[in-house]
C-alpha cells in the first residue's frame, strides 16, 4: 500500500501544478491526448516544428515523443527538443509506435535512444521486444498475459537502454535497472479504441513530471489510465463509441483517494 | 437474399480474419477511420511516409486512399504505396475528396487513377461526375436522388476507368463492368458530421480485403454502414455529437445476422 | 434587444445561406472545428496545400487561419490564401494559438497582421495582449476576469492593427474602432477539454460571412457558442467527455429564437 499512497499523491501533485506536457506525436491521436492530458489536470501542447520545439520544451514538465505517423523531418525535431529536455532535465517519454513493421520506424526509434537520455519507453510487448533485440526468444507475446518472459525482457530492456520501459498489455510490466513491477488495472475494451497506448504514455509523461523514480511514475499512469478504462467499461459495456467518451469521464474524475483504494500495483523483481 | 447472404457472410470473414487496412488519409478523419476500423473488426494503420509505404502495404488486406487533406508529396507516397499494392494483389479504393473544387485535386485524383489499378472509387456524385468528364451531363445531381442518370454514370465511369465505382448519396449506386447495384441503407444524420463519407469508403476496404468481386464489396460495406446509421440515428434523434458516438458503437455491435436481415441491396441492371 | 435581434438574424442567414469555411488549421482540431462548423449550419472545407488554397478560397463565405500546429510553409499557403481572400472581400479570422510562447509563433501572427487584411482576431487575453505589445502592462490577465484593463487592451489592439479582437475568457470581449461589447456566455467546463477556442474561432466565421458589422458579428458567435457550452454543462456536469459530446449536440440544436432570448451581448463603451 506504500506504492499506492505514493502514485495517489502523485496524482494530486498534477492537479496541483498542471504541469504543461509538450508533445511531438502523431496525427490520429493529437486530438485524443490533448484531452486526455486536460482529464488528467495538467496542460497539453503539440508542436513540431523545428524552429519552435527548442523554446517550447523550456516550458514543459514532460516531453512526450510518438512516432505513430513519423515523417524524416519529425524525427529531427523530436531530437532537436530531447536534447533541449536533457539539458533542462526534463523526462523524455518515447513512444515506438509500429517499430518493426518498418525499417523507417525501427531506424527512427533507434536513432532517438541512441541520440537522447530517454527516461520511459511505453510500447506493447512486439514493440519493446524488437527494439531490445529479442525478435527470436519472445514468440507469441500477445498470448502469453505478462508472464516471465517479459518480466526478464523488461529487465534486459531496462539495462541495454539505461531506462525505465513500461510493456502494456493484459498486464502490464514497468523495468528500471533496479526493481520490475506489475499492474493489472485494465479493461479489455482498452483496445476496441484507437489510441490508448498512445494516452497511456501521455499520462506516464504527466506522472513523470512529479515523480524521480521513473518506474513508479509509470506504473502510477498505468494503474490510473487502466482504473479509467475499468470504470468506463462498467458504464458503457461493449460499445466502443461511449466507452471513447466514458474514458474521458472516467480520467477526470477519479480522484487521489480513488487511486489508492484501487491502484493494482505490486513488486515483481 | 443471396446477396444478403454472401456480404454477411463477408463480415464475419472480416471479424474472423482481422485484416489490415492501411490508410493514407487526410489529417481531419485519422482518428475517426481508424476507429471505424476496430468497430468493422479490423486493423487499422495510418502510415504515409514515403520512406515506409511499400512495406506497410506489404501487411495490409486494402489500401484505402484519400485525398481530403493533399499535398503534392503525399500523392506521391500514395502512388508508391499504390503500385506496391497492385503488385502483391492488395486491393486499392481511391476517395477522391473534393475532386472539382480545385485543379490540385482533380490532377491528382486523375493521375491516381492514370497510374495504379485502382479496384474501387467511393464518392458523391459531384465528385465522380466530375472525374468521369460528365460535368455538362448531370445538373443538380444532389437533388436526384439516385435514379437514372447516376445509375448511367456509374456504368461508364466503371467503363472508362476499368474499376468498380460507388457513388453515395441519399441511395447508393454501385456499377463494375458487368452490373449496377442500389443500396437504400443510410439516414440523412450521416451528413450532418464530418467524415462519414472517408468512414464509408474505409469499410469498403474492409469488405473488399475479403470479397473477390468489387461491387458486391461496396455495396456490403454501404449497407453494413448504412444500417449502422440507421440504428445510430433511432438511438439519438437528430443530435449530431450523440449521433456520432452511437455510430461507432452500432458498426461494432452490428453481426452478420442483422446485416443478412436488413441490407438493402438489389440489382438494378 | 435589438443587438439579440440582430445576432439571432445572422444565425437564421448562416442556417439558410450555408456558407463554406475555409479553414488553413491545426491539427489538432481539424475535426473538431469541421463538425462545430456543421452543427452551426455552415459546410466547412480544409484545404492547406499551397497550389489549392486560392481556389478553395474563392467559394468561401470566410477564412479561418489558426497557427496551433505551424510550420513555415504552413504560413505561406496563409498568406497566400489570405490575400485571395482580402482580393474578393471575403473576410478572414485569425486565431494566433500561442502566441508568446515561441518567436516562430509570435512572428508568424505578426506577419500574417502585416500581410493581410485581417478582419477580427480572436484569442486569449495573453495571446491578444502579447501581440499588441501590452504584455508589460496587463499582469494577471487570467484573474482579472475581463475587467477594465481588458476593455482598454482590445480597444487599443483594434485601433493598431485595424480589426476587430475577440478576446474570450470567463468574459469575452469584443472591440473595433468604434464600439467595445461584452458577451457573458459561457461556462467553465468550456475549458475542461481541447479545442473550444479553435471553434470559437469558426463561429465567428460563420458569423462574419453574413455580418457586416465584424464587432456583431464576433459577438454574436460567442454568445452562440457560450450558451451552448452553458446546455452542454447543464445536461452533463463535470465530465468533460460527455461535455465534449453535448456540445456539438447543443450548438446543432440552437434556434435563432433561443439565441434571442439568451444572448448576454452589452456594448460597455
Given amino acids: 500500500?506504500?506504492?499506492?499512497?505514493?502514485?495517489?499523491?502523485?496524482?494530486?501533485?498534477?492537479?496541483?501544478?498542471?504541469?504543461?506536457?509538450?508533445?511531438?506525436?502523431?496525427?490520429?491521436?493529437?486530438?485524443?491526448?490533448?484531452?486526455?492530458?486536460?482529464?488528467?489536470?495538467?496542460?497539453?501542447?503539440?508542436?513540431?516544428?523545428?524552429?519552435?520545439?527548442?523554446?517550447?520544451?523550456?516550458?514543459?514538465?514532460?516531453?512526450?515523443?510518438?512516432?505513430?505517423?513519423?515523417?524524416?523531418?519529425?524525427?529531427?525535431?523530436?531530437?532537436?527538443?530531447?536534447?533541449?529536455?536533457?539539458?533542462?532535465?526534463?523526462?523524455?517519454?518515447?513512444?515506438?509506435?509500429?517499430?518493426?513493421?518498418?525499417?523507417?520506424?525501427?531506424?527512427?526509434?533507434?536513432?532517438?535512444?541512441?541520440?537522447?537520455?530517454?527516461?520511459?519507453?511505453?510500447?506493447?510487448?512486439?514493440?519493446?521486444?524488437?527494439?531490445?533485440?529479442?525478435?527470436?526468444?519472445?514468440?507469441?507475446?500477445?498470448?502469453?498475459?505478462?508472464?516471465?518472459?517479459?518480466?526478464?525482457v523488461s529487465k534486459e530492456f531496462a539495462k541495454i537502454h539505461d531506462c525505465t520501459v513500461a510493456i502494456t498489455g493484459e498486464v502490464d510490466i514497468v523495468s528500471d535497472q533496479s526493481k520490475t513491477l506489475k499492474v493489472s488495472n485494465g479493461d479489455e475494451m482498452l483496445s476496441k479504441i484507437t489510441g490508448t497506448g498512445c494516452m497511456a504514455t501521455t499520462i506516464i509523461g504527466g506522472f513523470a513530471s512529479v515523480q524521480e523514480d521513473k518506474s513508479l511514475a509509470a506504473a502510477g499512469a498505468l494503474a490510473m489510465f487502466g482504473l479509467a478504462g475499468e470504470l468506463a467499461a462498467a458504464d458503457t459495456g461493449n460499445r466502443p463509441g461511449s466507452f471513447h467518451v466514458a474514458l474521458y469521464d472516467r480520467i477526470s474524475m477519479i480522484q487521489p483517494g480513488d487511486l489508492k483504494d484501487n491502484a493494482k500495483i505490486e513488486i515483481v523483481s
Same sequence: chains 1, 2, 3.
Avoid at 93 to 117: N, Q
Wanted: aromatic letters at 2%; glycine letters at 10%.
Fill in 1 to 152: 500500500m506504500e506504492l499506492n499512497k505514493t502514485v495517489s499523491e502523485d496524482l494530486q501533485k498534477i492537479r496541483d501544478q498542471k504541469p504543461l506536457l509538450h508533445h511531438i506525436t502523431n496525427m490520429v491521436v493529437m486530438n485524443e491526448t490533448a484531452n486526455a492530458t486536460l482529464c488528467l489536470g495538467a496542460l497539453p501542447v503539440m508542436a513540431h516544428a523545428d524552429d519552435e520545439v527548442e523554446e517550447m520544451v523550456a516550458y514543459a514538465g514532460a516531453l512526450v515523443l510518438n512516432i505513430g505517423t513519423l515523417y524524416p523531418q519529425l524525427i529531427k525535431s523530436m531530437i532537436r527538443a530531447g536534447r533541449q529536455a536533457n539539458d533542462l532535465g526534463v523526462p523524455v517519454i518515447l513512444d515506438p509506435v509500429g517499430v518493426g513493421a518498418t525499417k523507417l520506424r525501427t531506424d527512427s526509434a533507434k536513432e532517438i535512444l541512441r541520440e537522447l537520455s530517454v527516461d520511459i519507453v511505453r510500447g506493447n510487448a512486439a514493440e519493446v521486444s524488437i527494439l531490445g533485440g529479442f525478435e527470436g526468444e519472445i514468440k507469441g507475446v500477445e498470448s502469453m498475459g505478462g508472464s516471465g518472459d517479459l518480466i526478464n
